[in-house]
C-alpha cells in the first residue's frame, strides 16, 4: 500500500530534520548516524487512548517517543487496568521484545492528541546497541532501573497496605517532578484513576490518603500542580514503613 493510500490514522509522517536528537538512549551517535535511524523509522501520531503497542502482539519495533507521552499497561482478566508506568518524550518503549523477540508484555497507549513515535524494527536496533559499546551500557543501565523499579513494586504490593502504597507512589512521582529545596512539584495533576491503577486499590483510597496528607500540610493542591510541600517527611513516612515489614 502506498503513503497517499494509508488510512487517516495510518499515515505516515516525514521525520523531522533533528527528531531522534530528543531520544537520550541515541546520544552516543553522532547527527549524522542519528539522521540515518531516522531515516529507517516508521513514524506516526497517535491520538489520545490510541494504542502504539498490542499486548502479547507479535511486532518487535522498539518505539521512540518523540513527542507526547504514552503510557505502559495491561489489564486483569476480569478488565480492570493495571498501570505500570508512563514513558516521557525523549524515552523509548518496547525494547524488550526488540532484543528477546519474544511477544509483547504489555500494551501500550498514548495520553494525549499528538503523540509523535519513530518506529525502528528489530534488526537495525539490535545492530545499533551490537555496535556501540556505549549505547550498549547505557541500555544496560535502562534494563537495570526497569528491574530494581519492577522489584520495588513487586515488594510493594505484597508487603504495604493501600495507604502507604499511595504514598510510595507519590514519592516516585515527586522525585520525577520539579524540585524547589524541599518542596516538588508534580505537573499535570495526576489523577487518582491512574494512581490507583498502579498501586491495586480504589480511587476512592487515593483521594482519602491525598486528603490526609493535605489535611496534615505535607501536600497543596494547586490549579495546575500538586505540590509536596517536604519531601524528605514523605519519604521518611515511606521508608520508615518499608523498614518495618
Known amino acids: 500500500m502506498s503513503k497517499a493510500e494509508l488510512p487517516k490514522h495510518e499515515a505516515a509522517t516525514d521525520p523531522p530534520?533533528?527528531?531522534l536528537d530528543r531520544i537520550a538512549l541515541l546520544r552516543p551517535l553522532t547527527p549524522?548516524?542519528?539522521?540515518?535511524?531516522?531515516?529507517?523509522?516508521?513514524?506516526?501520531?497517535?491520538s489520545a487512548d490510541e494504542q502504539l503497542i498490542d499486548h502479547w502482539g507479535d511486532t518487535r519495533d522498539v518505539a521512540f517517543v518523540v513527542e507526547g507521552r504514552v503510557r505502559v499497561l495491561s489489564h486483569s482478566a476480569g478488565?480492570?487496568?493495571?498501570?505500570?508506568?508512563?514513558?516521557?518524550a525523549g524515552e523509548p518503549v518496547g525494547e524488550m521484545s526488540a532484543l528477546d523477540?519474544?511477544?509483547?508484555?504489555?500494551?501500550?497507549?498514548?495520553?494525549?492528541?499528538?503523540a509523535l513515535v519513530a518506529f525502528l524494527p528489530a534488526r537495525p536496533f539490535q545492530e545499533l546497541v551490537t555496535g556501540h559499546p556505549e549505547l550498549?551500557?547505557?541500555?544496560?543501565?535502562?534494563?537495570?532501573?526497569?528491574?530494581?523499579?519492577?522489584?520495588?513494586?513487586?515488594m510493594e504490593l505484597s508487603t504495604l497496605g493501600a495507604n502507604n502504597r499511595?504514598?510510595?507512589?507519590?514519592?516516585?512521582?515527586?522525585?520525577?517532578?520539579?524540585?524547589?529545596?524541599?518542596?516538588?512539584?508534580?505537573?499535570?495533576i495526576p489523577v487518582h484513576s491512574d494512581i490507583a491503577a498502579r498501586v491495586s486499590t480504589t480511587r476512592e483510597t487515593v483521594a482519602?490518603?491525598?486528603?490526609?496528607?493535605?489535611?496534615?500540610?505535607?501536600?497543596?493542591?494547586?490549579?495546575?500542580?500538586?505540590?509536596?510541600?517536604?519531601?524528605?517527611?514523605?519519604?521518611?513516612?515511606?521508608e520508615d514503613v518499608r523498614g518495618a515489614v
Do not use: N, Y
Open 17 to 19: 530534520t533533528a527528531g
Open 32 to 46: 549524522e548516524q542519528r539522521a540515518a535511524v531516522a531515516r529507517q523509522c516508521r513514524w506516526r501520531r497517535f
Open 79 to 88: 478488565g480492570r487496568e493495571i498501570s505500570f508506568s508512563d514513558i516521557d
Open 101 to 114: 523477540g519474544r511477544p509483547r508484555s504489555a500494551s501500550v497507549v498514548a495520553l494525549a492528541d499528538g
Open 136 to 154: 550498549a551500557q547505557a541500555m544496560l543501565l535502562r534494563l537495570c532501573d526497569k528491574l530494581r523499579g519492577a522489584t520495588d513494586r513487586i
Open 166 to 188: 499511595v504514598h510510595a507512589e507519590l514519592l516516585r512521582l515527586a522525585k520525577r517532578g520539579k524540585r524547589q529545596g524541599i518542596v516538588a512539584i508534580i505537573a499535570p
Open 208 to 238: 482519602r490518603v491525598l486528603s490526609d496528607l493535605t489535611r496534615d500540610g505535607m501536600l497543596e493542591r494547586r490549579p495546575d500542580a500538586l505540590v509536596v510541600r517536604d519531601l524528605p517527611r514523605l519519604e521518611m513516612l515511606v
